[in-house]
């Protein structure tokens, strides 16, 4: 601990610099941790993490190779500001004078040197204190190779880079500097108080870029994200360095950002339109609410006497061409008459040259009111490190699938312009809004929703950070049961001791698991002579670790020796017995398919459309009760054909030929029906408003009907087997528990890996519903029928239906005479026309299986299809053959 400063406590850091509490409760808990214990390079980590651990207990993991300690704050509470405070704490009662600031992007980098270093800048992190004799030295880009290194004049040295420049190998900071004698990261890993201050921190957790820090070997790391959580595979799992954590939820609650309010059309069903027609909508609506707050901002700056906002509209599109047809329409006349011509920019990496530097240079000036940009089109979303504090309008289009994408992109308008809330009521300018049109409902649902950012809390909890296992499905064998154990001393003659069980079970393991992998790779009837050595000689060496199992096995060498060589044979031909050989087929004549459909009339009861109104709907993402309306632009009919616009909406439909004849007659008099319905209620302007409205539902619901009189035809399909398969698929599955298959369980049922399978192929298996774990039981239960059961992986089978969709049973069933392909449907989904066409499709495989079979010496194959409902825990296969066998 320093003592050149003694005033400048944590408590004096906090008032000099104004901090909020969020950052001054972080700077208190460093103050916390560092005062317990001895921080130096080369620390023991593990008592470290105790002692960290006994103070905040969701800290349970450093996650690198040096102690680093997370602190994840909400966007828009203020991790630069902290940053200066957590560097200022350092020098003045550590004593450390060399830091290293990472950025993850060239955005955030900028960001950071100029605040870092632009003492006239209202953002300059260390505003307020007067610690440091003259401002730090910052060294960025290349400065380390223009000359010494040395303070010069300064008594601290902040060292800024991207990630970028030196996480590759081949980077300039690695190579040799002739001044250094040395690389400038070398140099950097050498310096003993080195202090790692990762911004942005979620994205150091790659592989390259978390070895890239660990290398620095600095003396601590401080990590700073809105977003604790690292992406593995489909997961998200959070941090396990976290040792404060202050969410969005409690962010808005305390007042620190606006609020997020979600904007739609009332009374308009958003599924039927088309993208570019949706689109123009969502635009139209977002520029009304951007007026409505410009308006709103402009008579707060007048009446308040406060500083003028100018706000801007962002529209998120999905790739640059999208980009390039929203900038033509919004600088079109069509779009306000040209009104944002010149007052709207685009903005993604693919720009270059002069319209690039002058897009770039409008967009990080997006602040200042004399920049006359009003709309910025972007493809990406700049997630980190464009700190503006005037987006007040978000338009994402066809971008917003995802709900963490959508909380990310309202994160974006958060941060307040007047540094606090206005609290004027009946006005947007504590709002944040976001055009959600077709996403509407779920986006309301999902915020008011536990989980939401905008009500969840700490999304880090003590002891619940419980990632997902992985793991591989094994032969089910039984090498390691009492019967198996006792026949190996009857084969021995050695005599029964503790020690010479794990012996047998060791032995037994390392055969399953060596012979498990080479039937997949390489399934013959007999094992080679060297595998087989392979096996033992593996055996041996693990027998041998341990000194007292060693000595036994000496002592029991000869009959042990003869009984591992044979035990790895047997095991081989059980093995390969094991398997259910699965027939691969071939189409060797695909047939044609027909369409047909037979004559009727619509049920037009289903029809039941009202015109809509031309409003807009503003809904509180925090509070449920706070909706406004305000009036829309209205909608133009001139020119739409309702009839051609339904029979284009239904054409696309694999199953809708429109060039044969009875399709075309029959599908022109139900869209007549249906249009002549609408238009007999609501005259014809009323008919092209609910048609433009409701065109996808109306077309899907004409379709439906369609279906109830259509049947398909393949004709002439011609497929014959190339081969059977010699073993079953492998499969690696991911799991949050594992439970035996007739065990309780308390989690989704599709996250559950369960064990102890004996009668199955292999030994674990997951299923999709309860009705096929039941199954499954079922099948091990039934020992008098069943020789064998297996839940296939997606690649066993190799039948397509629907015009290349891939058929994935949900089990295959062996028993004495006959092999059963078997589907678990639910009740309401027997009728469903793709599992009808996978029922026709499970009847032809078992038909061209048993055909083959017959004919080289296998066993017949049946299709079985079971209402979920009838499986039971106790029922046999020879019941359900009875009941449910399918043959056309």
Same mark, same amino acid.
């Given at each position: 601990?320093?003592?050149?400063?003694?005033?400048?406590?944590?408590?004096?850091?906090?008032?000099?610099?104004?901090?909020?509490?969020?950052?001054?409760?972080?700077?208190?808990?460093?103050?916390?941790?560092?005062?317990?214990?001895?921080?130096?390079?080369?620390?023991?980590?593990?008592?470290?993490?105790?002692?960290?651990?006994?103070?905040?207990?969701?800290?349970?993991?450093?996650?690198?190779?040096?102690?680093?300690?997370?602190?994840?704050?909400?966007?828009?509470?203020?991790?630069?500001?902290?940053?200066?405070?957590?560097?200022?704490?350092?020098?003045?009662?550590?004593?450390?004078?060399?830091?290293?600031?990472?950025?993850?992007?060239?955005?955030?980098?900028?960001?950071?040197?100029?605040?870092?270093?632009?003492?006239?800048?209202?953002?300059?992190?260390?505003?307020?204190?007067?610690?440091?004799?003259?401002?730090?030295?910052?060294?960025?880009?290349?400065?380390?190779?223009?000359?010494?290194?040395?303070?010069?004049?300064?008594?601290?040295?902040?060292?800024?880079?991207?990630?970028?420049?030196?996480?590759?190998?081949?980077?300039?900071?690695?190579?040799?500097?002739?001044?250094?004698?040395?690389?400038?990261?070398?140099?950097?890993?050498?310096?003993?108080?080195?202090?790692?201050?990762?911004?942005?921190?979620?994205?150091?957790?790659?592989? /390259? %870029?978390?070895?890239?820090?660990?290398?620095?070997?600095? @003396? &601590?790391?401080? +990590?700073?994200?809105?977003? !604790?959580?690292? *992406?593995?595979?489909?997961?998200?799992?959070?941090?396990?360095?976290?040792?404060?954590?202050?969410?969005?939820?409690?962010?808005?609650?305390?007042?620190?950002?606006?609020?997020?309010?979600?904007?739609?059309?009332?009374?308009?069903?958003?599924?039927?339109?088309?993208?570019?027609?949706?689109?123009?909508?969502?635009?139209?609506?977002?520029?009304?609410?951007?007026?409505?707050?410009?308006?709103?901002?402009?008579?707060?700056?007048?009446?308040?006497?406060?500083?003028?906002?100018?706000?801007?509209?962002?529209?998120?599109?999905?790739?640059?061409?999208?980009?390039?047809?929203?900038?033509?329409?919004?600088?079109?006349?069509?779009?306000?008459?040209?009104?944002?011509?010149?007052?709207?920019?685009?903005?993604?990496?693919?720009? /270059? %040259?002069?319209?690039?530097?002058?897009?770039?240079?409008? @967009? &990080?000036?997006? +602040?200042?009111?004399?920049? !006359?940009?009003? *709309?910025?089109?972007?493809?990406?979303?700049?997630?980190?490190?464009?700190?503006?504090?005037?987006?007040?309008?978000?338009?994402?289009?066809?971008?917003?699938?995802?709900?963490?994408?959508?909380?990310?992109?309202?994160?974006?308008?958060?941060?307040?312009?007047?540094?606090?809330?206005?609290?004027?009521?009946?006005?947007?300018?504590?709002?944040?809004?976001?055009?959600?049109?077709?996403?509407?409902?779920?986006?309301?649902?999902?915020?008011?929703?536990?989980?939401?950012?905008?009500?969840?809390?700490?999304?880090?909890?003590?002891?619940?950070?419980?990632?997902?296992?992985?793991?591989?499905?094994?032969?089910?064998?039984?090498?390691?049961?009492?019967?198996?154990?006792?026949?190996?001393?009857?084969?021995?003659?050695?005599?029964?001791?503790?020690?010479?069980?794990?012996?047998?079970?060791?032995?037994?393991?390392?055969?399953?698991?060596?012979?498990?992998?080479?039937?997949?790779?390489?399934?013959?009837?007999?094992?080679?002579?060297?595998?087989?050595?392979?096996?033992?000689?593996?055996?041996?060496?693990?027998?041998?670790?341990?000194?007292?199992?060693?000595?036994?096995?000496?002592?029991?060498?000869?009959?042990?020796?003869?009984?591992?060589?044979?035990?790895?044979?047997?095991?081989?031909?059980?093995?390969?017995?094991?398997?259910?050989?699965?027939?691969?087929?071939?189409?060797?004549?695909?047939?044609?398919?027909?369409?047909?459909?037979?004559?009727?009339?619509?049920?037009?009861?289903?029809?039941?459309?009202?015109?809509?109104?031309?409003?807009?709907?503003?809904?509180?993402?925090?509070?449920?009760?706070?909706?406004?309306?305000?009036?829309?632009?209205?909608?133009?009919?001139?020119?739409?054909?309702?009839?051609?616009?339904?029979?284009?909406?239904?054409?696309?439909?694999?199953?809708?030929?429109?060039?044969?004849?009875?399709?075309?007659?029959?599908?022109?008099?139900?869209?007549?029906?249906?249009?002549?319905?609408?238009?007999?209620?609501?005259?014809?302007?009323?008919?092209?408003?609910?048609?433009?409205?409701?065109?996808?539902?109306?077309?899907?619901?004409?379709?439906?009907?369609?279906?109830?009189?259509?049947?398909?035809?393949?004709?002439?399909?011609?497929?014959?087997?190339?081969?059977?398969?010699?073993?079953?698929?492998?499969?690696?599955?991911?799991?949050?528990?594992?439970?035996?298959?007739?065990?309780?369980?308390?989690?989704?049922?599709?996250?559950?890996?369960?064990?102890?399978?004996?009668?199955?192929?292999?030994?674990?298996?997951?299923?999709?519903?309860?009705?096929?774990?039941?199954?499954?039981?079922?099948?091990?239960?039934?020992?008098?029928?069943?020789?064998?059961?297996?839940?296939?992986?997606?690649?066993?089978?190799?039948?397509?239906?629907?015009?290349?969709?891939?058929?994935?049973?949900?089990?295959?069933?062996?028993?004495?005479?006959?092999?059963?392909?078997?589907?678990?449907?639910?009740?309401?989904?027997?009728?469903?026309?793709?599992?009808?066409?996978?029922?026709?499709?499970?009847?032809?495989?078992?038909?061209?299986?048993?055909?083959?079979?017959?004919?080289?010496?296998?066993?017949?194959?049946?299709?079985?299809?079971?209402?979920?409902?009838?499986?039971?825990?106790?029922?046999?296969?020879?019941?359900?053959?009875?009941?449910?066998?399918?043959?056309?």
């Amino acid at each position: 601990m320093s003592d050149r400063f003694p005033q400048y406590t944590p408590e004096y850091i906090s008032k000099a610099m104004s901090l909020r509490t969020p950052q001054e409760k972080s700077l208190f808990i460093l103050d916390k941790i560092l005062s317990s214990m001895e921080l130096k390079k080369g620390m023991d980590l593990k008592k470290a993490l105790d002692t960290v651990s006994s103070l905040y207990n969701i800290c349970s993991d450093f996650e690198r190779s040096f102690m680093s300690l997370t602190f994840a704050l909400a966007t828009g509470v203020g991790k630069t500001r902290l940053m200066g405070a957590f560097i200022a704490y350092l020098y003045t009662q550590h004593d450390i004078k060399n830091f290293f600031v990472v950025a993850p992007g060239t955005t955030v980098y900028d960001k950071l040197k100029k605040d870092l270093s632009d003492i006239t800048s209202e953002k300059y992190v260390f505003k307020g204190l007067g610690c440091f004799s003259s401002p730090p030295q910052i060294i960025v880009d290349d400065d380390y190779k223009e000359g010494n290194l040395s303070l010069m004049g300064s008594d601290i040295r902040i060292y800024v880079f991207n990630i970028d420049k030196f996480n590759k190998e081949n980077a300039n900071m690695r190579q040799i500097n002739e001044i250094l004698g040395d690389s400038f990261y070398n140099y950097l890993s050498s310096i003993p108080d080195l202090t790692l201050i990762m911004d942005e921190s979620h994205h150091y957790r790659a592989e /390259k %870029g978390a070895q890239a820090l660990d290398d620095l070997n600095p @003396l &601590l790391g401080l +990590e700073l994200t809105a977003t !604790p959580l690292v *992406i593995k595979g489909n997961k998200q799992e959070p941090f396990k360095n976290v040792v404060y954590e202050y969410p969005l939820s409690k962010a808005i609650e305390d007042g620190y950002t606006r609020v997020p309010f979600a904007v739609t059309r009332s009374d308009v069903d958003f599924y039927n339109f088309g993208d570019e027609q949706l689109d123009k909508l969502m635009i139209l609506d977002g520029i009304a609410c951007h007026e409505k707050v410009r308006a709103e901002l402009e008579a707060y700056h007048i009446n308040h006497d406060k500083k003028r906002v100018k706000p801007f509209m962002m529209i998120v599109c999905k790739d640059k061409d999208h980009a390039s047809w929203v900038e033509k329409y919004v600088k079109s006349t069509e779009f306000h008459d040209g009104k944002y011509q010149d007052k709207t920019i685009k903005i993604y990496s693919g720009l /270059k %040259g002069k319209e690039s530097e002058e897009n770039m240079r409008l @967009l &990080l000036d997006v +602040e200042d009111p004399d920049n !006359p940009v009003e *709309i910025v089109i972007h493809v990406n979303m700049l997630k980190e490190g464009w700190d503006v504090n005037n987006l007040y309008t978000i338009v994402p289009l066809r971008t917003a699938a995802s709900k963490i994408l959508r909380e990310q992109m309202v994160g974006r308008g958060l941060r307040l312009p007047f540094g606090e809330r206005t609290n004027e009521d009946g006005t947007n300018i504590d709002s944040v809004m976001l055009t959600a049109h077709d996403k509407f409902q779920e986006i309301v649902s999902e915020a008011q929703k536990g989980d939401s950012i905008f009500k969840a809390g700490n999304v880090i909890h003590a002891n619940k950070i419980a990632p997902q296992e992985t793991e591989y499905t094994q032969l089910s064998l039984d090498l390691g049961d009492k019967k198996h154990i006792t026949s190996a001393y009857e084969e021995t003659g050695i005599t029964r001791t503790e020690r010479t069980d794990k012996i047998i079970e060791t032995a037994s393991k390392i055969i399953k698991d060596e012979i498990g992998q080479e039937v997949q790779e390489s399934p013959t009837k007999s094992i080679t002579h060297e595998k087989k050595k392979k096996i033992v000689d593996r055996i041996k060496e693990t027998i041998n670790e341990d000194k007292d199992l060693a000595m036994i096995y000496k002592e029991n060498e000869n009959p042990l020796l003869a009984w591992f060589e044979t035990q790895v044979e047997k095991t081989h031909v059980k093995a390969m017995e094991k398997f259910i050989p699965i027939p691969r087929i071939k189409v060797t004549d695909a047939g044609t398919e027909e369409y047909v459909f037979t004559d009727f009339d619509l049920n037009l009861d289903e029809f039941t459309q009202v015109p809509i109104n031309n409003q807009l709907l503003i809904q509180n993402l925090i509070k449920a009760s706070d909706l406004q309306m305000i009036k829309g632009d209205a909608i133009d009919f001139d020119g739409y054909n309702p009839k051609k616009i339904l029979v284009d909406e239904i054409r696309k439909a694999d199953e809708i030929d429109y060039e044969r004849e009875n399709c075309a007659t029959l599908l022109k008099k139900l869209v007549s029906q249906v249009c002549g319905h609408f238009e007999n209620h609501y005259m014809e302007n009323g008919m092209k408003n609910i048609v433009m409205m409701y065109k996808r539902d109306i077309a899907q619901k004409i379709y439906s009907q369609m279906m109830q009189h259509f049947y398909c035809e393949n004709g002439f399909l011609q497929e014959e087997v190339i081969n059977a398969s010699k073993t079953n698929v492998c499969q690696r599955y991911n799991y949050e528990e594992k439970v035996n298959l007739y065990g309780k369980y308390t989690k989704n049922i599709q996250s559950v890996l369960f064990d102890g399978i004996e009668y199955g192929v292999f030994e674990t298996a997951k299923f999709d519903s309860r009705p096929e774990l039941l199954f499954a039981r079922a099948m091990e239960r039934d020992r008098d029928n069943v020789i064998n059961w297996l839940r296939p992986a997606p690649t066993e089978f190799n039948i397509t239906y629907n015009r290349g969709h891939n058929y994935e049973p949900d089990f295959v069933v062996e028993t004495k005479d006959i092999i059963y392909l078997v589907e678990i449907k639910g009740e309401d989904k027997q009728n469903d026309p793709d599992v009808i066409a996978k029922k026709k499709r499970g009847i032809q495989y078992c038909k061209v299986a048993t055909k083959w079979c017959k004919a080289n010496g296998y066993k017949e194959w049946e299709h079985l299809f079971i209402p979920s409902l009838q499986v039971q825990d106790t029922s046999t296969i020879e019941n359900l053959a009875s009941r449910f066998i399918v043959t056309e």
